[in-house]
């Protein structure tokens, strides 16, 4: 079997081979490729998109509890009114005070 640092000398030396082979040029040009072409695109980081995310859900809880407000108000407007009888009034019928007039 092979000894331990053997394979450990084997692996530095093939990373100094390949740091210094056309490869690792070839490697710099993609990473340079690919990060202009990804900055050219509308990307955003894991963060902002976390951001955004607990934004929509404020959002979507804000609404929700509006749309109830405004769901409870249809149905009040929907209810019959009362009108209040002479006798609460305090007036004989008209439903209103002329305020002594």
Same mark, same amino acid.
């Given at each position: 079997m092979l000894?331990?640092?053997?394979l450990n000398e084997i692996g530095s030396k093939m990373n100094e081979i390949l740091a210094?082979?056309?490869?690792?040029d070839v490697e710099k040009n993609m990473r340079a490729m690919l990060t202009g072409a990804?900055?050219?695109?509308?990307?955003v980081t894991r963060e902002e998109f976390d951001v955004q995310q607990?934004?929509?859900?404020?959002t979507r809880i804000k609404?929700?509890?509006l749309e109830e407000k405004v769901?409870?108000?249809e149905q009040q407007l929907q209810q019959p009114v009362e009108v209040l009888s002479s006798n609460e009034t #305090?007036?004989? #019928?008209? #439903?209103?005070?002329?305020n002594g007039q």
């Open positions: 000894d331990k640092n053997v210094s082979s056309p490869a690792r990804f900055a050219r695109l509308d990307l607990e934004v929509i859900k404020r609404l929700a509890e769901r409870k108000l #305090g007036d004989a #019928g008209c #439903g209103y005070s002329h």
